[in-house]
């Protein structure tokens, strides 16, 4: 098995600039299938910037970026969702007036080919579709361990039921790779440990992730290999033992966090 | 336009034999010469689009013969257009359609307005630009009140209408009661008072409706079939007049129904549908008499417009005009007292005003009746 | 106020079937705006070709005379089809010329209001000058009836005579009446319904409170922003239908004043929530009545505003808030 089939999603002298920032500056990296890739750095490092240039929400100023070999330039953003890359959000997006089982649904729909007139006329496939995609949102809620309180909307969950819920929701639309932002942001220490446990079964059930986090703790024990970033640029890559050990990591780090500090 | 000045001179020579003595030229005609190089305007201001256009068509009609027997009568004369300026009869639209006009130096006279509420609007600027104005269907009592110059009218104006319409609801219709509706505008305020002085305690209830503001009349509706009123006497336009009978009929309004010369048009009876039938329409305009259709159906002109309500007073009102021009007043000042000063028959009665621009002496009010879907011949109110 | 608590029933009913018809209007405004944030001025308009399919296709059909509603239930079931269709399609066709491009380039709202206003007064004009495009394209003479006279007043021809059927109170409620209020109720039932349960309503929701979230999560937002204007369109479709059952009677600005109401309602209730659309046509249609009873028909447009006003300053977003839309930061 030669190694650009084992590539999930490939950056390539990636560039982007608001204006005068230049928010990420040439960086390159690669995911491999099956993998957890975490992606850490300093606050304004341009992490999120990379979440948002990987699923379309901005266009990359220079560079290229491809999914299994296909370019991501040029798409929509519900067709780079519906291509396989699903996310989370660092400030939580979800509808808030819609149940948590109807969040779960939206991110469902998207492979299901219900038109108007399907849903109006509401044809065998639609019958279909509506109650299989149900009992995976179902499947998913329980998942995450938000399966208790289904039809509850989404602002009366609690902080961490929010959280969850973004993460099955974005699994709902059954993406090739998921992208989590600060998926323990404001979680305590049992959260924190349940959710390294959530990650990994995520990955046992075939999903390739893209974590960002600024628990080292937490990236140490989950991810297969680390990139880091420091103002824009790729400073070291590797696995977590020798990121702990980079001298670059080190000093990037030092003075502004304690390695296991996690100042969001 | 030659060609066609030509074809009409010819069928309208024959046809229009009494009304041409009937408009005879005063005493002292002095021969004006050959002005055939010369060419003027006279001016139509009035509704020729919107809810209400049919006015502006059944004024054509009458403006389009007087035209015809002008080049009749006055062959070697100045050569008279008509422009029809379209105000769709809203106030807020006819003062810049107005000072087009006055702005017009071919223009001698004006035809209109035809609606009272645009009168309110642009009398004040003919008046000072001296551009004399006859209006065929103007009957708001106050408008010969302002003191304008130029405003005359050919036809009775609603003090004369509103005590015959309520006669005629008294006497002929026979009601014990009457609810009073008008529609918020110069016209039907007017009207509406003026028949709720001459009812006096007959008066059972009234109401105030905006025009066009809404279709819906269920309040009215309600407020009349709680009334018990026997009749009900909207002063307003058509299309309205239409709705609210409309309506009153769905709500099992059984009394007469009678409106204004406002609503003397087939938009009413299209509106009103079959609750139309027996409904009752005043106006101080009588029908226009066999002569009068036969010129009209001899015009060759493309639009002709058709005959209605209005059609004989906008003839007169174009031929007080156009015989000025003919004897030789071919300035605004000349034909502005060409036309204070007009003693003559018209084809609707005789034509004569008085200092404040009103016809001396108006002439009767008429009833029309709807039956079949139509308006019978006017029958005279006394 | 004696004249309102004698004919309280009759007031009340005549009230809520003309609020009925300014409710379905309302739900055109309310789901644009839920989804866009956007008024969609144009949407008048939407309603006023409704109410001249109607007529059209009565027309065609050589519809003729008088009838019982019953008897007309064919006619009319097939005018609700050309209703629908056309408003339907003329919402679609306002969304793809006075919208999309903009609303893609996030253009500022007020550049999309205006085009919106424009496209306003383009579908009223086109349908006042429709003998002279029928000229244009030198279509007068097959087209005829259908486009001449084309700013006077086109009137349905067939003719419904309302029949009493039910009493409430001291009032007979007429069978048209009853079919006005219920078929509204069943429309906005259908609705919410439909954007309750089904996947498309659910995207609309989705779209409407978090569009760049919803896009993220695969929603494709140009088709549901169509879907939007389409089911409004079908929504004044059937208004324009009902409408012409009760005043038969339209004409190419018949528009302005009953959208000018329908927006009223749909503040009143609350814009970009359904229910409040509802809520805010009935209550409108009824406190028009009743203010036109207690003070004279005449009051009926500044009781409207009056009221807007009023409950606005006690809840600036409307009697049920926007549910549609972002029911909170
Ligand atoms: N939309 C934007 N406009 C301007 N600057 C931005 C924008 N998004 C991000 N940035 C800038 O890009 C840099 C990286 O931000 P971000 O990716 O949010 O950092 P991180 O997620 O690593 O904390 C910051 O300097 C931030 O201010
Ligand atoms: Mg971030």
Redo the contacts with the bound molecule.
Sequence with gaps: MSESEDILLELEAVTIK??G?V?LDDVSMTIKKGEILGLI?P????????FNVITGVYAATSGTISLDGKSLAKRKRYQITKLGIARTF?NIRLFPSMSALDNVLVGADVHSKVGLLRALFRTPYFRRVEPENKRRAVELLELVGVGAQPDEISVNLSYGDQRRLEIARALATNPKLICLDEPAAGFNPAEKLRLMDLIRQIRDLGFTVLV?EHDMKLVMGVCDRIVV?EF?RKIAEGTPSEIQKNPAVIAAYLGTEEADDDAA | MRAIKASQLLVVGVASALVLSACAAPADTTEGGSGSTESFSIAYQGPLTGADAKYGEYAKAGIEIALADYAAAYPDGPTVTAIYSDSQGDPAQAPALAADLINNADVLGVVGPAFSGETEATEPAYSEAGLVTVSPSATRVSLSEQGWSTFFRVVANDGAQAPAAAKLLTDVVGAKTVFVIDDASAYGVGLGDGIKDALGDKVIGSDSVEKGSTTDFSATVTKVTASGAEAVYYAGYATDAGLIQKQLTAAGFEGTYASGDGSLESTFIETAGEASEGAYLTAAAGAAGDDFVAKWDALTVSDKGSIGVYSTEAYDAAWVILSGIGEGNTTREDVLAWVAGYDAEGITKHIKFADNGEIDGAGGVYYYLVKDGDFEAPVAID | MEFLIGNFAELTITGLVLGSVYALVALGYTLVYGVLQLINFAHSEVFMWGTYAVVWVLTLLGASGTSSLAGAAGYLAIALVAAVLMSGGVALIVERFAYRRLVRQNAPKYIILISAIGASFVLSEIMGLRDKIAGFLGLQGVLGDYVNNPRNTSTLPVEIKPEPVLQIGNYMVRDTELLIIISALIMMFVLDQFIRRTSFGRQIRAVAQDPEAASLMGANSTNVVRLTFLIGGVMAGVAATLYMIKVGATGFNVGFVLGVKAFTAAVLGGIGNLRGALLGGLILGIAENYASGILGSEWRDVTAFVLLVLVLLVRPSGLLGESLGRARA
Excluded: H
């Design positions: 608001f204006g920032v928010a750095g606050n304004g490092a341009g992490k999120t910037t990379c660092q960002v970033l824009g």
